[in-house]
């Protein structure tokens, strides 16, 4: 989520708090609501229609690695 939160910052405190809800429904054995899939919802419609701050910038990272 830190990453994406980066890349946008307007859009932050939604993408942190969905990285946290979903932390707590999987890991955390936490019910999902309603609200929350409707709050997830709206924040994919705004990330869609956003430009992302780095975009065509060269802070832009090359690949994203995957732990091992």
């Known amino acids: 989520g ?3 939160a980066l890349s946008f910052p307007a859009a ?3 993408i942190l708090w969905l990285a946290r809800r979903f932390d ?3 890991y955390g054995h936490q019910q999902a609501a309603a609200a929350d899939a409707e709050r997830a ?3 994919d419609t705004l990330l ?3 430009t992302p701050a780095s975009a065509g910038t060269a802070s832009a990272p090359a690949a994203l690695a995957v732990p091992r």
């Open 12 to 14: 932050a405190p939604e």
């Open 24 to 26: 707590e429904v999987r």
């Open 2 to 4: 830190q990453e994406l």
């Open 48 to 50: 869609e229609a956003t």
């Open 41 to 43: 919802a709206a924040l």
